[in-house]
């Protein structure tokens, strides 16, 4: 039995651990499901992730792996080459608190279960759903653009001149910008990254449209 990834095209946790997964190399089989239908919310699938989201990723032992970013670290620990992580260990800390800029500050407040949240229980329509998204999104693009703008450590991408985890979890949330029509152009930095990492073709591969259950 090969890897198996249990996830939905458009969820930007999702395209992580498939860029991370492509970038490793490692071929897998793509599981797909349906969010608003509910198919996370089975037994079944509770069995797999008690807290019923995705992605997770199934190993050939049977070990069901949760959380983009642990599942990205466990790859990185068991195929360090090509790496997502620089050596040093400074360096390391900076792509990690980048990545988690967006993976911890922006994802929580603005994934599809909030948003579900405050339509059914506050009433937000779709007007109120996008400014609250938006508003999320930009108070930490702004700060990681000041992060990253004029720092020696960035290079052509976030750190250095390779893509690392931080690229990976920011071209994921642009990705999941488009909903709401939020393009990157507002911060120079941010969008030189992006547009350099989708010259990667194993992260380029990784965006939603590209998806066999893209729709």
Known sequence: MTLRLHNFFRSSTSARVRAALNIKGLTYEYVPYVLRAGETRTKEYLERNAQGLIPTLELPDGTHLSQSLPIMEWLEEMHPTPPLLPR???????????????????????????????RDTYGADDAAQATWFVHWVKTTFDAMEAALADNSDTGRFCHGDSPSMADICLVAQVWNNRRFDLKPDHWPTLARIHAACLDVPEIAAAAPEQQPDAA
């Open 88 to 118: 040093n260990p400074i360096a390391r800390a900076r792509v990690r608190g980048l990545a988690q800029m967006l993976a911890c500050e922006v994802h929580p407040l603005n994934n599809l279960r909030v948003l579900l949240h405050l």
